[in-house]
Nanobody
């Protein structure tokens, strides 16, 4: 059973940076796509970014393009989300998720990490 554990959230001022990490354990994730989602209070969960673990192909939501970077370290089974130029509207719980590249459903989710951006 794959387990995902996020870390790196916290409180930061607008314009600042944070780097989230998602450590995976319990399975071989070579053919997986890993993603970050976020959910603000009272709002739906939204896709932020994804990366394929084999080729490193990335995809971003428009609202984070140019500010956030997703990356992976396959040797450490860890996916990162570098967040720069943070805005108060980036405040949310950030979740890591994983699925196989051929699936449309994310089978694995982390518990989430809170990111708060103050103005």
């Amino acid at each position: 059973q794959v387990q995902l554990v996020e870390s790196g959230g916290g409180l930061v001022q607008a314009g600042g940076s944070l780097k989230l990490a998602c450590a995976a354990s319990g399975g071989t994730l070579t053919r997986y796509l890993m993603a970050w989602f976020r959910q603000a209070p009272g709002k739906e969960r939204k896709f932020v970014a994804s990366i394929t673990l084999s080729r490193g192909t990335t995809n971003y939501a428009d609202f984070v393009k140019g500010r956030f970077t997703i990356s992976r370290d396959n040797a450490k089974n860890t996916v990162y989300l570098q967040m720069n130029s943070l805005k108060p509207e980036d405040t949310a719980v950030y979740y890591c998720a994983g699925r196989t590249v051929v699936s449309s459903t994310y089978a694995y989710w982390g518990q989430g990490t809170q990111v708060t951006v103050s103005s």
